[in-house]
């Protein structure tokens, strides 16, 4: 009944592909009649089933191109326009689009699932794919295809014309390369590097031994080839670099080997001039070595994740890396970061529970290694990483890092508390609790204490008092004890000043603790401890009572709000959901379901609890008061949810029917095991997302240029004009001198007239006028009528029809400058001339 | 991109006494000064006018000292027996003493003969003290009596003997010249005012007094007496106000600084305690000998103390003045201008501020650190002037070398001299509850890396011998500590009522004491 109402919504952006096939271009466009500096202006990126497309140089998400049913794998520019790029998709399709407006011009369909697409200038028509053969999933089987595209006007064509290139190839994407325009293409797998000649028709093989004398690894990782020269470069699993050459005849190759990686190659990219190779690895190093100069290089260190791809614009003034974090960093070709574009960081796990940062609202969870990231789902943005362990990070394999284990926000925002961990799977854990108060000055936070060793073993869980007035702390540990810490608590240093101490410690038979939890008024604090939850008063910590319900260790824990604040829910091991009244002390409901997650919504009574039974995870809203559930969602998602949280709206939504209803006040958010982040929202909200993504218009479509920039400012003028006489109006008013600027700037510059001729047009265009509409479409009307006139005059000479066109446009001028009447005149005339000619036709 | 995060030496407190201001001002005293007397110093006193001379009384004679010099500037002689008790007048002109015999001296400070004798008492006068008028002295003695002496006439003007045993402490009140308080052996503290000529006020210490003090707002009165000292209220007619236990010997002496009246005490403990405001030990001066007198100058620009060895020790604070004349001789570089020139511009308010690209400055380790040479990063940490006085970077170069799992190739392939450093380091700070869990690591990985050519090296050789010695006698130790704490445990658990709670509030008590142990 209620999945028509509400639905599953993913928040995740730059989702990177489990096959590493994150591809992504940086595109130069720009207009070529004013010969303006070559502006990168675009990168578009595979994600999900989408391609997105971002501006370089407001690091903006700009529009997505939608239509794939699956994930996108590859994509490519169309080397016959470079407005418009190929994208291929598991789901066994290659679309054409046109980036900028974001529209689907073709659909191939090919029938296979594809993983990767290449494309060369010399082979015009031809698409180079990655097909999976293979019929059972466990031998995979690539081939490398080519795929000659059928030229029809339909939208969808079947392609079927195929031509296997090579049957065995390795699933990276990486490892496949197209040398010197197309000539030959270069492709490894495992241990073989294979050259095939197009020319020649002929595949060239050379195999490197497994391992050499020092035991290093020879597999091949990736391969890119020198755009003008005969070489091709390799990356390979020990971090060594070979540069082939000579290997068109097979016997007499060639090849020089350079090594700075102490890791795997993952990507290499050859600059457009061919002058630098640029590389990266784990170590998050972007190297950028010298062509011919053997070991010259430079270094842009701790760039964030392993570097995963590079690429560089057409014209070399921009290089792009993607990271394993959820990033892409645009540098310049000086070497110089000047853009990043930062998803929601997704570290290898996420240890922190979902929190809310109640200051600014932001999703706070683990981010980059050893930083807590704050993410605004409201603008759906990366805000900021806090520095927690203020290390610094050593990017090798395997190597045991310190990461953030847990982390709790007070009730105001003013205090984060967090735990770092080191040496989880060894023997000597190493763990910091730290302090940070919310510096009002800076708007970040401030490290205020470090306590060493605030337990003997490793901390479970923590959890901040309710209450306004006193921030207390409670750790639980594993060695059997619970703490409090307070603020300013040591009387023996004399300066006042606001260190944090531990006020209290205690245990209960030595059992392990397993959950905390504070009261809403915060009188109250719950631990419980194996089987027993005991209760606390906090002001002179006595233990009030202790409840039980046996058998099954306590998991989670929480207190009822508002009017449900006597009650205390609890989950156990067990299957069992444990419903107590803390007037009566006695146990008030129970239920038998398996609870994975128990999440409180702080600004209403009702608690959401996780289910995972048999394969899939249910979702039950309810209050403690009732055992009823008032909103039941099976089958949410596959995987264990362990963490969720409610999010606060900006405001309240009226929603009057029962089922989502529990929505208005907040909205649940969920990690799955999968680490994707997902919600639900209402079906009015739905709407409302969608008319707004509608709106985006992208406006900059033409290249910044001193002239644009003239012109910009007249336009700015006059949207502000229009935007102050139509407030309601969705959309600005098209400009109506900006047709003939978009006319003057788009037209190829051979087949415009004279300057001189068209300042008066231009000029005209700037001034505003009461008829300009009117003129507009007389205007189009004359061109129609102009290409009539062509198809009437083809007979003439070839060389005529320039001057014609010219003359044509010194009319328009001339017409445009003369009355309406006149030139209304003049259609008649023209009119009745073209009757004419068909009167003189039909006679005959 | 983010620059490079220099290694973090943490900062863990020490254990033992809080560094606060208090200790720091009496932390700034010079080391003392001794000068040898000729038998136990009973008595010293400054003298009000600067240059603040003072008068020690010592066996059978007195001397002057001036604040700087090591000798005596004057010494009165004229004493048959024991000297005791010698003090300034409020000008600082004469100077009184009793003596062993029963006779009072009253000597001018320019002259070596008394000017007047007053004879009366028949034992030994311990105490002798001028009132504020000037004009008269007053003198506690040994046969239970408290007279009263006109010094123009050298005549006994009263008597007065409520005291039950010998009288050993003597203060004069400064506002009022009738009044005086004795402290007695008789355990007794007692206010006389020569106008009625009676106590007016009798308070119980006790103990035998040993010395009794007046605030300078005479409103407080200090005794000290036992191993005790109290604080007498005198305007809530001689309330209790506390009694401080601090000293495991007999108090012998007490003063006041001049500066905020921090309460100053000396014990045959041979320690000198000095309390605050609200009469908490701040600070504490070790002496080599019990300590029967002690004063402090006016400014507390010195503090004497006198011992029952005859040894005066006298400590003179330290200025910062001192300190500057030091450092400038030393130095030698460009001066201050120098380094300041152009930077202490300020910005007019409509100039275009074009701020510099912020340098990150690096330790030389850190900079190694960070192109990872990791051997001579630990070479740097562990550089003379590092290890010795600042241990905590070099500990903290090795948890970073072990975080970036780079411990063991730093420490690998070295020859016996930098070997020789490591292991002296380890043997210094490894029983350092703070760094002993890296620096254990350090030795576990030594041990292995070098194991088989130990035996080339007589000097490793026998460091490693001396570091086994030490490790196992700090095992004992541990391992004693941990009896302790089994016992400790056993008796707080009997002392506590049964009761749930009760047990749990004993745990904190144990991890102090294991912290301790630690």
Redesign the interface.
């Known amino acids: 009944m209620a999945i028509t109402v509400v639905s599953v919504k993913k928040v995740l952006l730059l989702r990177t592909l489990p096959l590493k096939l994150n591809e992504e271009v940086v595109e130069e466009y720009g207009s070529h009649r004013f010969m303006l500096s070559h502006g990168c202006r675009f990168v578009l990126c595979a994600s999900g089933d989408l391609v997105k497309v971002y501006s370089t140089r407001t690091e903006e998400w700009l529009h997505s191109l939608q239509g794939h049913t699956n994930q996108v794998t590859g994509i490519a520019l169309n080397p016959a326009n470079h407005l418009q790029v190929y994208s291929c998709s598991a789901d066994g399709t290659v679309k054409l689009w046109d980036f900028i407006d974001g529209i689907l011009i073709k659909t191939f369909i090919i029938g296979y699932p594809l993983f990767a697409i290449y494309v060369s200038e010399k082979h015009e028509g031809v698409l180079f794919l990655h097909v999976s053969m293979a019929t059972d999933s466990k031998n995979e089987c690539f081939q490398l295809v080519a795929v000659h595209l059928p030229k029809s006007a339909e939208q969808e064509v079947e392609a079927k014309e195929m031509s296997v290139v090579s049957s065995h190839i390795s699933s990276n994407p990486s490892c496949t390369a197209f040398g010197r325009g197309g000539e030959y293409i270069a492709f490894a797998r495992r241990l073989q590097l294979n050259v095939y000649f197009f020319r020649k028709q002929k595949t060239c093989s050379f195999s490197l031994k497994a391992t050499d004398k020092k035991g290093a690894q020879n597999a091949f990782t990736c391969i890119t080839c020198h755009p003008t020269d005969d070489c091709i470069a390799t990356g390979h699993e020990d971090g060594k670099i070979r540069l082939w050459r000579n290997f068109i005849h097979k016997k007499e190759y060639t090849y020089s080997t350079q090594h700075w990686h102490h890791n795997a190659v993952n990507t290499l990219c050859f600059t457009p001039e061919g002058t630098h190779l640029l590389s990266g690895g784990i170590e998050s190093v972007l190297v950028q070595w010298q062509y011919g100069a053997g070991n010259r290089k430079e270094f842009l260190p701790r760039l964030g994740g392993s570097i995963l791809h590079i690429s560089a614009s057409s014209d070399g003034q921009l290089f792009c890396t993607s990271h394993s974090d959820n990033k892409i960093t645009v540098i310049e070709s000086s070497f110089k970061v000047c853009g990043v574009l930062q998803g929601l960081v997704k570290g290898d796990a996420v240890l922190t529970d979902l929190m809310i940062d109640p200051r600014s609202k932001a999703l706070v969870l683990n981010g980059k290694p050893g930083h807590l990231q704050f993410y605004s789902l409201l603008r759906d943005k990366h805000l900021y990483n806090l520095d927690i362990v203020q290390q610094e990070y050593i990017y090798e394999a395997g190597l045991d890092q310190f990461e953030v284990a847990k982390a709790a926000f007070d009730i105001k925002g003013s205090w984060l508390a967090t735990v770092e961990e080191r040496g989880q799977k060894s023997s000597d854990l190493e763990f910091f609790l730290k302090l940070w108060a919310f510096d009002e000055r800076t708007q970040s936070f401030v490290l205020n204490t470090t306590i060493t060793a605030a337990h003997t073993d490793r901390i479970i869980s923590m959890c901040f008092s309710s209450s306004e007035e006193t921030t207390m702390l409670v750790t639980i540990a594993e060695d059997g004890q619970f703490k409090a810490w307070c603020q300013g608590a040591d009387a023996d240093t004399q300066q006042n000043q606001n260190f944090w101490s531990c006020d209290f410690v205690g245990s209960y038979h030595n059992l392990k603790p397993t959950n905390c939890s504070f009261s809403a008024d915060s009188s109250l604090l719950a631990v419980s401890f194996q089987e027993v939850i005991t209760i606390w008063s906090p002001e002179t910590w006595e233990m009030l009572t202790t409840l039980c319900q046996p058998p099954g260790i306590i998991r989670d824990l929480c207190f009822g709000r508002l009017s449900c604040s006597k009650y205390l829910l609890g989950t156990t091991t067990r299957n069992l959901l444990c419903c107590w009244n803390l007037l009566t002390c006695a146990l008030e409901w129970s239920s038998s379901v398996e609870v994975s997650k128990l999440q409180p919504d702080p600004l209403s009574e009702n608690v959401a609890a996780f289910s995972y039974q048999s394969k899939h995870t249910d979702l039950f809203v309810f209050k403690p008061s009732e055992p009823r559930p008032l909103f039941t969602n099976k089958n949410v998602c596959s995987e264990k949810v362990h963490r969720a949280v409610f999010v606060p709206r900006e405001e309240l939504l009226n929603n009057c029917d029962e089922s989502s209803q529990w929505l208005n006040r907040s909205q649940l958010y969920f990690l799955t095991q999968n680490m994707d982040l997902l919600t639900f929202s209402t079906a009015t909200e739905e709407d409302r997302m969608l008319s707004s993504s509608k709106q985006l218009v992208i406006d900059d479509s033409v290249a910044v240029t001193p002239f644009y920039l003239l012109l910009g400012k007249h336009r700015q003028q006059q949207q502000k004009l229009n935007t102050q006489s139509h407030p309601a109006a969705d959309k600005p008013q098209q400009p109506q001198g900006s047709v003939t600027i978009k006319e003057l700037l788009h037209t190829p510059a051979h087949v415009l007239p004279a300057a001189s001729v068209l300042c008066s047009m231009f000029v005209n265009s700037l001034l505003i006028s009461n008829t300009g509409v009117q003129q507009d479409c007389l205007r189009e009307e004359m061109d129609s009528e102009k290409e009539e006139e062509d198809s009437e005059e083809e007979m003439e000479a070839c060389d005529s029809q320039q001057e014609l066109r010219v003359q044509g446009s010194v009319d328009e001028v001339m017409l445009k400058l003369s009355k309406a009447q006149e030139r209304e005149l003049k259609r008649v005339r023209k009119t009745d001339f073209s009757w004419m000619a068909d009167l003189i036709d039909s006679k005959p | 991109?983010?620059?490079?995060?220099?290694?973090?030496v943490?900062f863990?407190p020490k254990l033992g006494e809080?560094v606060?201001?208090e200790t720091l001002y009496w932390k700034n005293y010079k080391s003392p000064v001794q000068i040898k007397e000729f038998g136990a110093i009973t008595k010293i006193d400054f003298s009000p006018l600067p240059p603040h001379n003072y008068a020690v009384t010592a066996s059978t004679r007195i001397h002057i000292y001036g604040p700087h010099s090591q000798e005596p500037i004057r010494s009165f002689t004229r004493f048959r027996d024991t000297a005791y008790g010698g003090r300034f007048r409020g000008d600082g002109k004469l100077l009184v003493a009793g003596s062993e015999e029963g006779l009072i001296r009253l000597f001018d400070i320019s002259g070596r003969v008394a000017l007047r004798q007053f004879k009366g008492h028949t034992k030994a006068v311990h105490m002798t003290s001028f009132l504020s008028d000037g004009f008269r002295v007053v003198s506690g003695s040994d046969d239970l009596s408290c007279r009263v002496w006109d010094v123009p006439s050298a005549v006994e003007l009263s008597s007065l003997t409520e005291h039950t045993d010998y009288i050993r402490a003597l203060a004069p009140s400064k506002l009022n010249p009738d009044l005086f308080v004795t402290g007695s052996y008789d355990h007794t503290v007692k206010v006389f005012d020569m106008r009625s000529g009676s106590s007016v006020m009798t308070m119980q210490h006790g103990h035998p007094v040993e010395c009794v003090l007046l605030y300078p707002s005479e409103a407080l009165l200090v005794s000290t007496g036992g191993r005790y000292v109290k604080v007498w209220d005198l305007l809530k007619g001689g309330q209790e106000l506390v009694s401080l236990k601090n000293h495991h010997k007999t108090v012998t002496c007490a003063c006041l600084s001049s500066v905020g009246n921090k309460l100053l005490t000396g014990s045959l403990d041979r320690h000198v305690k000095v309390y605050n405001s609200s009469y908490k030990v701040v600070h504490n001066f070790d002496c080599d000998a019990s300590i029967l007198s002690m004063a402090i100058a006016p400014d507390d620009e010195a503090l004497a103390v006198g011992m029952t060895n005859g040894v005066l020790s006298v400590r003179h604070r330290r200025h910062k003045k001192d300190k500057e004349t030091l450092t400038s001789r030393r130095r030698r570089g460009p001066s201050y201008q120098v380094f300041v020139k152009g930077k202490n511009f300020v910005p007019r308010q409509d100039d275009f501020l074009v701020s510099k690209p912020v340098k990150q400055y690096l330790r030389k380790y850190d900079k190694q650190?960070?192109s990872f040479e990791v051997s001579k990063a630990l070479d740097t940490a562990l550089q003379t002037w590092t290890r010795t006085s600042k241990p905590d970077v070099t500990v903290a170069v090795i948890i970073?070398l072990k975080?970036?799992?780079t411990l063991k190739n730093a420490l690998a392939g070295r020859n016996e001299e930098s070997l020789t450093k490591i292991l002296n380091f380890l043997l210094k700070h490894i029983f350092d509850p703070r760094f002993s869990r890296p620096l254990l690591m350090v030795g576990d990985i030594v041990l292995d890396l070098y194991q088989q050519v130990f035996h080339q090296s007589p000097v490793v050789e026998r460091l490693l011998q001396r570091l086994m010695e030490v490790l196992g006698r700090e095992a004992e130790l541990q391992q004693e500590l941990l009896q302790v704490l089994g016992i400790l445990d056993t008796l707080f658990t009997s002392l506590t009522p049964r009761k749930?709670?009760a047990a749990?509030a004993a745990?904190?008590v144990a991890?102090e004491s294991q912290l301790q142990a630690a």
Request: charged residues 35%; aromatic residues 4%.
């Open positions: 991109m983010a620059s490079f995060k220099p290694t973090k943490p863990l809080k606060t201001e650190l960070k970073e975080r970036r799992g749930e709670v749990l745990s904190p991890q």
